[in-house]
DNA sequence: AGATATTCCTGGAGGC
DNA sequence: TGCCTCCAGGAATATC
């Protein structure tokens, strides 16, 4: 499930084919994922030259030299593969640049997105608009704010993206593993000194899984694997009843309909 | 307003 | 072996 580090790894390692090159060829095999593809993506992007990319939250940018910047959402499925041998089922979206790289974008679930907005109206996209800071520029004191009145659980406030961008599930649970915070306690009542143990976990974690995924990037030849989906082990995501390290075991509880995995012992 | 539930979609896992 | 049900997930939308 691509969050945050897989967005990441993803933009980095399309940026080492994309960035500079003109796309020369653009195949829309189906049009729509999550909401319909636009209409004008092919022209558009047909024949221009891609001027850097980069991420906001869990999408991913691809600036062209026309004032365009292509987004991309992968949802839960979604992945590029760069160079593949055959077409699989569920490639949506096919790009060719100038070099001969060829890129398909996979989504069997379709939870993703494509978006094609002019670059200097991205701060002015709704959904952009709503999003929390980066997780990576969060301080303990943005985040208490930010928070403050707040009475529901911290975990699923932490996968609220209006309040941080960026984070998923798998993170969330195990930044709150790292900083010994319960995830049913209310985001409001955690005091400014555990704030200060949470902000710098979720910096850790991310981090983390970015060097990972950054470290199968440079042996990134095998051209039918999806670009950005690396293995990294957790402490207790998708753990339960495994122990956690800490001397005690994980335990899996819902919260807001999705898993959420901690250890009763680690975490108050 | 904040909190909660529902919706989208497919593949994989597990039960029988 | 096959058929069934269930579950995973992010974000938009609806309902209380």
Redesign the pocket.
């Given at each position: 499930?691509p969050?945050l580090p897989e967005v990441e790894t993803t933009v980095r390692g399309l940026a080492r084919v994309l960035d500079g090159r003109r796309i020369e060829r653009v195949e829309v095999r189906r049009e729509d994922l999550?909401r319909a593809f636009p209409k004008d993506l092919g022209q558009r992007l047909t024949g221009a030259r891609v001027t850097g990319l980069g991420r906001r939250?869990?999408y991913g940018l691809i600036h062209t030299d026309r004032n365009d910047t292509m987004i991309f959402?992968l949802?839960?499925?979604g992945s590029w593969r760069i160079n593949h041998s055959r077409l699989k089922?569920?490639d949506h979206l096919l790009l060719e640049t100038d070099e001969g790289t060829r890129l398909a974008l996979n989504d069997?679930?379709?939870?993703g997105s494509v978006d094609l907005l002019h670059t200097d109206e991205l701060a002015e996209w709704p959904?952009f608009k709503?999003l929390g800071p980066e997780p990576l520029d969060l301080t303990a004191g943005e985040l208490r704010r930010r928070l403050a009145g707040?009475?529901?659980a911290i975990k699923?406030l932490l996968?609220d993206?209006r309040i941080v961008a960026g984070l998923?599930?798998?993170y969330v649970c195990e930044a709150l593993y790292r900083a010994g915070i319960h995830p049913l306690k209310a985001g409001g009542s955690i005091s400014l000194e555990r704030l200060k143990r949470l902000v710098p976990a979720i910096h850790d974690v991310l981090a983390e899984a970015i060097a990972a995924g950054g470290s199968t990037l440079r042996d990134f030849a095998s051209p039918d694997g999806g670009l950005g989906y690396f293995s990294k082990d957790f402490a207790v995501y998708d753990r339960e009843g495994q122990p956690c390290g800490g001397g005690g075991t994980v335990r899996r509880i819902v919260q807001?309909?999705?898993?959420t995995f901690y250890c009763p012992r680690c975490q108050r």
């Open positions: 499930m969050e999550r939250a869990k959402h949802g839960m499925s089922k569920h069997p679930r379709r939870f959904p709503a707040r009475s529901a699923l996968l993206q998923g599930n798998i807001g309909g999705r898993s």
